[in-house]
C-alpha cells in the first residue's frame, strides 16, 4: 500500500512539472533587456497610440509592464525579441499594430522601433 501510495504521489508530481515551468523567471540578460525597452519607451517622451488612440510615454510604459507581467504569467520566461513580438508591437484584442511618434521624427510601428532600440542597447552594453 505504501508502495502504491509513493507511486501515486510520483505520478501527481511529474503531472504537476509543467505548470511549474510557468513560474520559472526570465534569464537576468533577458529581463535587463527587457526593463530597459519598457524604461527607454517611458523616459522618450514618445507617444504611443494603440487601438486608435495615443497615450503619453509613462502611461504606454506601464501598459507594456502589465503585458510583459502576463506573458511571464501565461507563457514563463520570455526573450526581448519575444516580448517585442507578442507585448509591444499589436494590440492583442484587436491586433492593430502599436505606432510611436516621437518629437520631429515620423510616426513608426512600435515593432521596428523597439527592435532599433534593442539594438542599440546591446551594441552599447557589448551582448
Keep these: ?31 535587463q533587456e ?3 525597452l519598457i524604461a527607454q519607451l517611458k ?25 510583459y507581467d ?3 504569467k501565461k507563457y514563463g520566461p520570455v526573450t526581448a525579441e519575444d516580448f517585442i513580438a507578442n507585448a509591444g508591437s499589436e494590440s492583442s484584442m484587436s491586433h492593430k499594430p502599436y505606432q510611436v511618434r516621437c518629437a ?3 510616426t513608426v510601428a512600435s515593432g521596428p522601433w523597439l527592435q532599433a532600440e534593442l539594438r542599440r542597447y546591446r551594441s552599447s552594453t557589448g551582448k
Design 1 to 31: 500500500m505504501k508502495q502504491m501510495t509513493y507511486t501515486l504521489l510520483g505520478w501527481v508530481l511529474a503531472a504537476m512539472l509543467p505548470l511549474a515551468v510557468h513560474a520559472e523567471k526570465p534569464t537576468p540578460a533577458s529581463d
Design 34 to 36: 527587457i526593463e530597459h
Design 43 to 67: 523616459s522618450s517622451g514618445c507617444e504611443f497610440q494603440r487601438n486608435g488612440s495615443w497615450y503619453d510615454s509613462a502611461k504606454a510604459a506601464d501598459h507594456l509592464r502589465q503585458k
Design 70 to 72: 502576463y506573458l511571464l
Design 104 to 106: 520631429g521624427q515620423a
